[in-house]
T-cell receptor, first 114, second 110 residues
Framework: DGGITQSPKYLFRKEGQNVTLSCEQN?????MYWYRQDPGQGLRLIYY???????QKGDIAEGYSVSREKKESFPLTVTSAQKNPTAFYLC?????????????FGEGSWLTVV | RKEVEQDPGPFNVPEGATVAFNCTYS??????FFWYRQDCRKEPKLLMS???SGNEDGRFTAQLNRASQYISLLIRDSKLSDSATYLC???????????FGDGTTLTVKP
């Protein structure tokens, strides 16, 4: 089945550790996105990529890093510089970033700092 | 001011009620509009796109008012299963990204 796969679904991190969240899509979409959602809040854009080997910062990029070496993969690293990383992380993709393109989401990854 | 603003609710309505949500956006260059539904602790899923002429999908009707820069979602004959958070999404092509509202929470009660 076509879709977006995020892993792991649940992740616990000790303070000071870097962690990487995986996101893979087999929809042949050019654009990919990472969002963060805190309890009871809306989605905030962390990073997005319109094409392989290119990405742009979103609204809350500090403390995060990404790469886009392959079209189907857009991993997110939560670094120790992110002071409050506990949140629900959503990866998404769309055919392009152009008008009319629907965004599809993975099932999300829950990150908890312990 | 946020780029996309929604009334957070919560909206608590009885089964069978009609309920309407509004969403305002600040960038007049915005070009595409969507409504997503998000269940508790799940990912958002597309409910419907919003077209300039307005569009309907069963009990759901979406409308766009470009002059006043808002979109709306009307749900008729509410079901218990409609309980969720509804997110409006605005795509501005020259920004290359979509902006989500914070969502409106709907609870439909028996």
């Amino acid at each position: 089945d076509g879709g977006i796969t995020q892993s792991p679904k649940y992740l616990f991190r000790k303070e000071g550790q870097n962690v990487t969240l995986s996101c893979e899509q087999n929809l042949n979409h050019d654009a990919m996105y990472w969002y963060r959602q805190d309890p009871g809040q809306g989605l905030r854009l962390i990073y997005y990529s319109q094409i392989v080997n290119d990405f742009q910062k979103g609204d809350i990029a500090e403390g995060y890093s990404v790469s886009r070496e392959k079209k189907e993969s857009f991993p997110l690293t939560v670094t120790s510089a992110q002071k409050n990383p506990t949140a629900f992380y959503l990866c998404a993709s769309s055919l392009h970033t152009d008008s009319g393109n629907t965004i599809y989401f993975g099932e999300g990854s829950w990150l908890t700092v312990v | 001011r946020k780029e996309v603003e929604q009334d957070p609710g919560p909206f608590n309505v009885p089964e069978g009620a009609t309920v309407a949500f509004n969403c305002t956006y600040s960038n007049s260059a915005s070009q595409s509009f969507f409504w997503y539904r998000q269940d508790c602790r799940k990912e958002p899923k597309l409910l419907m796109s919003v077209y300039s002429s307005g569009n309907e999908d069963g009990r759901f009707t979406a409308q766009l008012n470009r002059a006043s820069q808002y979109i709306s979602l009307l749900i008729r004959d509410s079901k218990l299963s409609d309980s969720a958070t509804y997110l409006c999404v605005v795509l501005t092509t020259n920004a290359g990204k979509s902006t989500f509202g914070d969502g409106t929470t709907l609870t439909v009660k028996p």
